[in-house]
């Protein structure tokens, strides 16, 4: 239980620190094609061995279904990405809010990683499906 607090604890400290100090990947402004999403807001940092992800999807509707699949991924030097960690079955109703960190000696400094998203917002104004993805260095 103390080491799983600590990592959550650590995992917040360098999110934070990473909002604040490194350069993280802006957030572009995404129009839906149904207008059922007022905010798509991802987030990728990376500091040291952790890449820190998060994104936020609100809804106009506040029974909207949310569903989202995230995937961290670096570089390969060679123009494509391999994946090196996956977060399936994401759900909110009228928000969803996710912010998780991966740690491993596979982030190295130098190297492009790149968080990609797959979000489907389904309102009573429609269904939205929106994929798109936010870069960052260290």
Same mark, same amino acid.
């Given at each position: 239980?103390?080491? $799983?607090?600590?990592? $959550?604890?650590?995992?917040? %400290?360098?999110?934070?620190?990473?909002?604040?100090? *490194?350069?993280?990947?802006?957030?572009?402004? +995404?129009? &839906?094609?149904?207008?059922? /999403? #007022? =905010?798509?807001? &991802? %987030?990728?940092?990376?500091?040291?061995?952790?890449?820190?992800?998060?994104?936020?999807?609100?809804?106009?509707?506040?029974?909207?279904?949310? *569903?989202? /699949? +995230?995937? %961290?991924? =670096?570089?390969?030097?060679?123009?494509?990405?391999?994946?090196? =960690?996956?977060?399936?079955? %994401?759900?909110?109703?009228? /928000?969803?809010?996710? @912010?998780?960190?991966?740690?491993?000696?596979? +982030?190295?400094?130098?190297? #492009?990683?790149?968080?990609?998203?797959? @979000?489907?917002?389904?309102?009573?104004?429609?269904?939205?499906? +929106?994929?798109?993805?936010?870069?960052?260095?260290?």
């Amino acid at each position: 239980k103390g080491v $799983r607090t600590m990592r $959550r604890r650590v995992s917040a %400290l360098v999110l934070a620190l990473c909002t604040a100090f *490194t350069i993280h990947a802006a957030a572009y402004a +995404i129009t &839906p094609y149904a207008d059922s /999403t #007022t =905010k798509c807001d &991802p %987030l990728l940092c990376v500091s040291g061995n952790t890449a820190s992800c998060r994104l936020v999807v609100e809804a106009e509707d506040d029974s909207a279904s949310i *569903t989202a /699949t +995230i995937t %961290l991924l =670096k570089s390969d030097g060679e123009g494509g990405f391999t994946v090196l =960690k996956r977060w399936g079955g %994401l759900s909110g109703a009228g /928000t969803l809010r996710f @912010v998780d960190s991966y740690t491993s000696s596979r +982030i190295t400094s130098g190297a #492009t990683y790149r968080m990609e998203y797959a @979000v489907r917002v389904d309102g009573t104004n429609g269904i939205d499906n +929106i994929s798109d993805y936010v870069e960052g260095n260290q």
